[in-house]
T-cell receptor, first 113, second 116 residues
Framework: QQQVKQSPQSLIVQKGGISIINCAYE??????FPWYQQFPGKGPALLIA?????SEKKEGRFTISFNKSAKQFSLHIMDSQPGDSATYFC????????????FGSGTRLLVRP | EAQVTQNPRYLITVTGKKLTVTCSQN?????MSWYRQDPGLGLRQIYY???????DKGDVPEGYKVSRKEKRNFPLILESPSPNQTSLYFC???????????????FGPGTRLLVL
């Protein structure tokens, strides 16, 4: 019953490269799309989020690109660093459910020095 | 320090032996939730609570119970654990916005449970 599909499952990038993680959703009634970052042994933490009224949001080296017509959104990490190595989860919140986040399956990112 | 705490962090138990995982937050958040994290499945919501004495089922509530007697605490109870409940569990909390939305969720460090 997964409504948010995330890819790839794992990703290896060289230091300084661009990491790209993609998510696709089915429910057009989602109105909030956050990305969470999880380091080993820690709980997820909010990294960046976007609403469907904008196509892009940038915070430092992290950018969300949002394509409403394709029902897709992606996380771009520019100049990837070894410290970015973590698991990343996309999520979506429905307009009809003000409190429920639907999470993707996660992407394990490894940035090689 | 604002945080969500969980105890224990690691737990090994046997089938059928009741257990409780505690969760506490010091941010005066109304909303609290329990998730389980399994490889390839991401985070799935077990139960959530909008406020004291208000709880509701998430996507995978079978085999779990919760209670919210105080605003800061939201324990997860497994009355008769089974091996398929072996997982990594996270508690989260959030403020509720003016429209009742709970968007930025703060997660605890996780509890790794093994049921033999």
């Amino acid at each position: 019953q997964q409504q948010v599909k995330q890819s790839p499952q794992s990703l290896i990038v060289q230091k300084g490269g661009i990491s790209i993680i993609n998510c696709a959703y089915e429910n057009t009634a989602f109105d909030y799309f956050p990305w969470y970052q999880q380091f080993p042994g820690k709980g997820p933490a909010l990294l960046i989020a976007i609403r469907p009224d904008v196509s892009e949001k940038k915070e430092g080296r992290f950018t969300i690109s949002f394509n409403k017509s394709a029902k897709q959104f992606s996380l771009h990490i520019m100049d990837s660093q070894p410290g970015d190595s973590a698991t990343y989860f996309c999520a979506a919140k429905g307009m009809d459910s003000s409190y429920k986040l639907i999470f993707g399956s996660g992407t394990r990112l490894l940035v090689r020095p | 320090e604002a945080q969500v705490t969980q105890n224990p962090r690691y737990l090994i138990t046997v089938t059928g032996k009741k257990l409780t995982v505690t969760c506490s937050q010091n941010m005066n958040h109304e909303y609290m939730s329990w998730y389980r994290q399994d490889p390839g499945l991401g985070l799935r919501q077990i139960y959530y609570s909008m406020n004291v004495e208000v709880t509701d089922k998430g996507d995978v509530p079978e085999g779990y119970k919760v209670s919210r007697k105080e605003k800061r605490n939201f324990p997860l109870i497994l009355e008769s654990p089974s091996p398929n409940q072996t997982s990594l569990y996270f508690c989260a909390s959030s403020l509720l916005g003016l429209a009742g939305e709970a968007e930025t969720q703060y997660f605890g460090p996780g509890t790794r449970l093994l049921v033999l």
